[in-house]
């Protein structure tokens, strides 16, 4: 239990460091833009040969720990079972660096999944420290994971739940108490740093009334068959990217949609907690949603495709709740939902979809 603790602060300030920096980059990205669209035509070919230079960079960071590539939660799970070695102090630093250049490049990948490495990661750094036995280790990697998606969406019940449901399987007292107290902990560290707002902005949501909750089964048939569709797309996209000869080809070609996605939609960039938080708040047409859904699904499975350090929980979670602003806004013009209930489709779909696709 302690030693979950001690997870929790490492994990927590790892974490919080990674969300700073992200946040950083990112606004800074939406400068850029604004910047290149109105000015020289010149700087836009600067900043497309500086996407060149991130993409070689992030090929050398992969080739050099090919374990710090995608989300790292197969990686996570692959060494609580013990069918993974990872190089704890190697991925810690390489997933830090390539997570904050990539996203903060624009390509539509979370910080989520990097964070659960991240928590992992530092819970084996302690676990070798303090010599602990390999069963032990499974442990403080379940909580270090814990840890690592609580800092990142300031939500502990959600990190402990991920953890055992996903990764250990396993709801015993042993595992419960130190992913706990690293989730605790790990979110009073990052709510220090980011005060104690979630991450959507979903508040006063009404009560669904009991006559809408057919319609509630039916919205959930449709975003899991959406599910299985994003599932389908992610395991496929390889077959995409066979086009092309090396790996850094893959990610040059991702990092160019982005930037030309970041004249065109640059609502797509990046992960898209925003643009939730948008859609919920500001009335879209039906035929921006659905451009907005379909740029941010393809571009999310190319910007995975390229096994840049980075994963699909926040994309995944934006389609989703893209998915449901589309289904409530037609339900809304058949008359078969009130306006009022707007929100609560979108949450429902947010759920639904990562059900299905989790």
């Known amino acids: 239990f302690i030693e979950g603790i001690i997870i929790g602060i490492l994990s927590g300030l790892i974490i919080s460091f990674f969300r700073w920096s992200l946040h950083l ?34 090929d ?5 720990e090919p374990l710090a590539a995608g989300s790292g939660i197969p990686q996570v799970k692959g060494a609580i079972l013990g069918f993974i070695k990872m190089r704890w102090l190697r991925i810690l630093w ?17 910080r989520e999944g990097p964070s659960i490495q991240l928590g992992a990661v530092t819970a084996q750094g302690l676990s070798r420290l303090l010599k602990r036995t390999r069963l032990e280790e499974r442990y403080l990697l379940t909580s270090g994971a814990s840890a690592g998606l609580a800092a990142a969406f300031n939500a502990p019940l959600a990190g402990v739940i991920f953890a055992l449901e996903e990764l250990h399987r396993n709801f015993s007292v042993v595992v419960l108490l130190p992913a706990m107290a690293a989730a605790m902990t790990a979110t009073v560290i990052s709510r220090f740093f980011f005060g104690n707002d979630t991450i959507f902005d979903f508040f006063g949501l009404p009560f669904l009334p009991l006559e809408y ?33 090396t790996p850094f080809s893959k990610i040059v070609f991702a990092l160019f949609c982005a930037g030309i996605l970041g004249f065109v939609y640059p609502q ?6 925003e643009l939730i938080n948008n859609i919920a708040k500001t009335p879209y047409t039906l035929q921006a949603l659905l451009l907005l859904l379909a740029g941010k699904f393809i571009f999310t ?16 979670l934006v389609i989703g709740a893209l998915t449901g602003s589309v289904i409530s806004n037609i339900m809304i013009a058949l008359g078969l939902l009130d306006p009022f209930f707007y929100s609560n489709i979108i949450v429902i779909s947010m759920a639904a979809f990562f059900s299905a696709s989790v």
């Open 301 to 316: 499975m190319l910007s995975y495709g390229s096994g840049v350090p980075g994963g699909f929980f926040l994309p995944m």
């Open 60 to 64: 050398r960071l992969t080739k050099y």
């Open 213 to 245: 909750y057919g319609y509630v089964a039916l919205l959930s048939l449709v975003v899991g068959l959406a599910g299985v569709i994003f599932n389908a797309g992610l395991l496929n996209i390889p077959r995409f990217y066979k086009l092309f000869p």
């Open 268 to 273: 797509v960039l990046g992960g898209g907690n």
């Open 25 to 58: 980059v990112e606004t800074n990205r939406e400068h850029i833009y604004t910047f290149l669209k109105n000015t020289d035509w010149y700087w836009t070919a600067f900043w497309f040969i500086a996407l060149a230079v991130i993409a070689f960079t992030l």
């Open 94 to 110: 390489v997933k830090l660096l390539a997570g904050i250049i990539g996203i903060g490049a624009g390509l539509s990948l979370g």
